[in-house]
């Protein structure tokens, strides 16, 4: 993405998802661009791979769960403590809040 984004375009997604809404978008930018794998995902919990923007190659295991608890082995996830979720959480987070949110299985 060239420039940054609109401060009233990120100030929206603070107001339907809660934290820093720069997160959400590079998450979504990181859907968009394809880089998320999901391996197991159901209305409980969901395992996703997500590749790395900076590193060629690199891919980073996600976790989480609908009692909570979501895990990234990247770098910015593990120095934060899990207090600001990382990009690559906010893009799995969002296909399991749109999907498990509304109830519904995708695994058959
Ligand atoms: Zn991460």
Sequence with gaps: MQGRP????IRAFEKVLPGDG?????GL???????????EFDTAHVVAEVMSE?????IYD????RAGGWECNCMDHQTRGG?????H???VKMVYLAVAGKGVKTDG
């Design 6 to 9: 609109p401060r009233a375009f």
């Design 89 to 91: 959480i906010r893009a």
């Design 54 to 58: 900076s590193e060629p190659g690199l």
């Design 29 to 39: 930018l990181l859907l968009e661009a394809g880089a998320v794998a999901l391996r």
């Design 62 to 65: 996600v976790t989480g769960s």
């Design 22 to 26: 720069r997160r959400w978008l590079r």
């Design 83 to 87: 207090r600001e979720q990382c990009k």
